[in-house]
T-cell receptor, first 115, second 115 residues
Framework: NAGVMQNPRHLVRRRGQEARLRCSPMKGHSHVYWYRQLPEEGLKFMVY????????ESGMPKERFSAEFPKEGPSILRIQQVVRGDSAAYFC?????????????FGPGTRLTVL | AQSVTQLDSQVPVFEEAPVELRCNYSSSVSVYLFWYVQYPNQGLQLLLK??????LVKGINGFEAEFNKSQTSFHLRKPSVHISDTAEYFCAVSDQGNAGNMLTFGGGTRLMVKP
């Protein structure tokens, strides 16, 4: 059973470009979480999605950031018009159930560098 | 809202010595508690979690943690560390009323095991 997959593992963008980060949850998982880890900091929650629904986006910046989890295909975190402060590691996690009844399994992360 | 404090950003220790990684949290509601480990260039892996019941929780790789409600702490311990335990360790909490199980992480503690 493959784990959570994220691609690309490393992404370099120039200021003003768009960044698309992909997350394929574990097989059978329908809950996806995105976290951001800034340099020298812990992970910060961004958004929680179920298939075709955004459940909680309280941690998402109000502008330039969006996320989706379509019925088919991976979850996408999109950052428009990237700035240097967006440089971070972005982690995706998935679970089969909502709540603490099930463990969140994390992917290896995408390390975004904005030049 | 919750917050998690990991007092030590780095903990150097010799192989086969005991280690304790400290975690304190603050929350206005009851929480669930977690420890995750992150090996270099990998995603986070769950070590153990406290949901209810016995305050001493045993996890993988010989780690254990004790929940102390009065001191709002959840320190991680291992009686004898190995070189392979060198990694970043994150303490996290989840609000018991949070149906989505979003995690709030501490800043991490880098455990460096020396031969």
């Amino acid at each position: 059973n493959a784990g959570v997959m994220q691609n690309p593992r490393h992404l370099v963008r120039r200021r003003g470009q768009e960044a698309r980060l992909r997350c394929s949850p574990m097989k059978g998982h329908s809950h996806v979480y995105w976290y951001r880890q800034l340099p020298e900091e812990g992970l910060k929650f961004m958004v929680y999605l179920q298939k075709e629904n955004i459940i909680d986006e309280s941690g998402m910046p109000k502008e330039r950031f969006s996320a989706e989890f379509p019925k088919e295909g991976p979850s996408i975190l999109r950052i428009q018009q990237v700035v240097r402060g967006d440089s971070a590691a972005y982690f995706c996690a998935s679970s089969g159930l909502a709540g603490v009844l099930d463990t969140q399994y994390f992917g290896p992360g995408t390390r975004l560098t904005v030049l | 809202a919750q917050s998690v404090t990991q007092l030590d950003s780095q903990v150097p220790v010799f192989e086969e010595a005991p280690v304790e990684l400290r975690c304190n949290y603050s929350s206005s509601v009851s929480v669930y508690l977690f420890w995750y480990v992150q090996y270099p260039n990998q995603g986070l892996q769950l070590l153990l979690k406290y949901l209810s019941g016995s305050t001493l929780v045993k996890g993988i790789n010989g780690f254990e943690a004790e929940f102390n409600k009065s001191q709002t702490s959840f320190h991680l311990r291992k009686p004898s560390v190995h070189i392979s335990d060198t990694a970043e360790y994150f303490c996290a909490v989840s609000d018991q009323g949070n149906a989505g199980n979003m995690l709030t992480f501490g800043g991490g503690t880098r455990l460096m095991v020396k031969p």
